[in-house]
């Protein structure tokens, strides 16, 4: 059974960076799609970032030109650098995989996603 392992989340300053990881072994051949979503406290959970079998990114407004989604060459780990980051990217971060339907690309709905890691926290502080 597949199963989403994040780590790398912890506490940095405002301008600092953090880098998660998450195993996701089991995405090599075949459509699916692989994302990072976060949920602050009081908000929904809400797509971050997301990346296909074929090769395509995404990325939410808020973090275009600062988190960089990428896989190592064995694909078997997804990862999320995160450069310049601000109090408000303060979240619980949550890796997620999912089949893609023909024709579709790999969007931020969390409905396309059915398998989730169990979270990562990051905080920025001020």
């Known amino acids: 059974q597949v199963q989403l392992v994040e780590s790398g989340g912890g506490s940095v300053q405002a301008g600092g960076s953090l880098r998660l990881s998450c195993a996701a072994f089991?995405?090599?051949?075949?459509?699916?799609?692989l994302a990072w979503f976060r949920q602050a406290p009081g908000k929904e959970r809400e797509g971050v970032t997301s990346t296909g079998d074929y090769g395509s990114t995404w990325y939410a407004d808020s973090v275009k030109g600062r988190f960089t989604i990428s896989r190592d060459n064995a694909k078997t780990t997804l990862n999320l650098q995160m450069n310049s980051l601000k109090p408000e990217d303060t979240a619980m971060y949550y890796c997620?995989?999912?089949?893609?339907?023909?024709?579709?690309?790999?969007?931020?709905?969390?409905?396309?996603?059915?398998?989730w890691g169990q979270g990562t926290q990051v905080t920025v502080s001020s």
């Open positions: 089991g995405y090599t051949y075949g459509r699916y799609c």
């Open positions: 997620a995989a999912g089949p893609r339907r023909l024709g579709s690309s790999c969007g931020p709905e969390s409905s396309e996603y059915n398998k």
